[in-house]
């Protein structure tokens, strides 16, 4: 505290305190200069979303923007985080907007704007027209590319439209098409350059786990972190494996790789659910959900594959015993799983399991159906020193694809009663 905030009043203390420009650290304060696209990259909990939703507000309240775009990996996170979070617009201080859901807007004392839009549905944002928009965690939606494609459309209001995007990043082609746009401005932040504002437990937490390999400089120092050096996949496969997918499967399957052990420091219960269709070298798989969690109890996690089987409707469930063989099966029974329960024996590495099934990804003949980041981070980083870390969600994906691809059985789809 210096001369100068020792001598304010209570009430100049009070507005100091609702100055966002004074509390702000740097990379969190719009760059200066004619820029179109303010790229904010930040590790988890690096005050992104506070950045985001001041940035907004303040074009909003001053009349700078009168119509701007709020889009989020899905409605829900738009409403919940950009909208309704902590650190949302609602949040601020100062004359709130007004939220109406039946038109998912947020609307301003002056008349102006914000709609929510979801970057699952990019045809949405054709049509409508926009001075500003802010884009959030847009390496975790599931169309980045055609999404972002078709909201630059739209900005075209106003003196010079601009858009914010706050991001954990990830080695995508759309992330990396907007740092190499010449209209691009590029701000950085840490997670531990927030520790103010974020619980002393997590950070705990995060120092305890902190190994400085890829996925942490990525998710906490927001670096932008490319293909590992001999990983089985590489992140051009796993783009070019987007697709959607309108359901005539052959078969679907759920793929559980139990954990060795429970409780918080135990590896993840990797759960994956997948589907195929065709025939011979036309048969081409589909990466439907990923429902792997991490530090939960035996019923816990197969209370998990039980609710992912109703949701995907799976034929069976292929589970791997090595890590308690029948007990595996009975667990998932007590579940209440209906549907049969494969188990399936690791006799070869890891790796050399896995390697026939990123053939598959170079071949075209694997696709997901939405951005499973944490899968996909671990796909590539697969093959490598992990420094003790077991690859559970590939596990669980390679024994789903093997089943469905390399074991294809053929027949009709039966289940047990």
């Known amino acids: 505290m210096n001369s100068l905030t020792r001598s304010l009043t209570a009430s100049q203390w009070e507005m100091l305190a609702r100055e966002w420009s004074f509390w702000a650290r740097g990379a969190q304060l719009p760059p200066e200069g004619d820029w179109r696209t303010w790229l904010f990259l930040g590790g988890r909990g690096a005050g992104k979303t506070r950045a985001g939703a001041q940035w907004v507000n303040g074009l909003a309240r001053s009349g700078a923007a009168g119509r701007i775009a709020l889009v989020g990996p899905t409605f829900h996170d738009v409403r919940e985080v950009l909208i309704e979070g902590v650190s949302g617009l609602r949040a601020l201080d100062g004359a709130r907007p007004i939220y109406e859901p039946s038109r998912r807007r947020l609307l301003w004392l002056n008349g102006a704007q914000a709609y929510a839009f979801s970057a699952e549905d990019p045809e949405s944002l054709r049509g409508p027209q926009f001075d500003a928009a802010w884009c959030d965690e847009l390496c975790y939606w599931a169309r980045p590319d055609e999404a972002l494609e078709t909201l630059s459309y739209g900005l075209r209001l106003g003196a010079r439209p601009r858009m914010m995007v706050t991001t954990t990043p990830r080695p995508i082609r759309a992330l990396k098409q907007l740092i190499g746009a010449p209209d691009t401005v590029v701000t950085n932040a840490k997670t531990w350059e927030n520790v103010g504002n974020v619980a ?71 759960i994956i659910a997948a589907a195929a269709r065709g025939e011979g070298v036309a048969r081409e798989a589909f990466v439907l959900a990923d429902a792997s969690v991490r530090g939960a109890r035996p019923n816990e996690w197969a209370g998990r594959v039980a609710a992912l089987v109703k949701r995907v409707g799976a ?34 590495g890891k790796r050399a399991r896995a390697e026939p099934i990123a053939a598959l990804y170079a071949q075209r003949r694997v696709k997901h159906v939405a951005a499973f980041a944490e899968l996909e981070d671990e796909m590539c980083a697969f093959g490598v020193e992990s420094g003790g870390k077991s690859p559970d969600r590939v596990d669980a994906l390679v024994w789903a694809l093997t089943d469905l691809m390399l074991h294809a059985r053929g027949g009709p789809r039966a289940r047990m009663l």
Request: with cysteine; hydrophobic share 50%.
């Open 200 to 270: 002393a437990d997590f950070l705990a937490a995060l120092r305890a786990r902190w190994t400085g390999d890829a996925r942490h400089r990525q998710e906490i120092l927001g670096e932008l972190i490319e293909d590992v050096d001999g990983a089985l996949w590489r992140r051009a496969d796993i783009e070019a494996a987007r697709g959607s997918a309108d359901g005539g499967f052959a078969r679907v399957v759920v793929a559980v790789d139990p954990p060795a052990t429970s409780g918080a420091n135990a590896d993840a219960c990797g």
């Open 315 to 348: 034929d069976y469930v292929v589970a791997e015993s090595n890590n308690g063989g029948e007990m595996v099966r009975a667990v998932l029974a007590a579940a209440g799983i209906k549907v049969g329960v494969q188990l399936v024996h690791a006799s070869i």
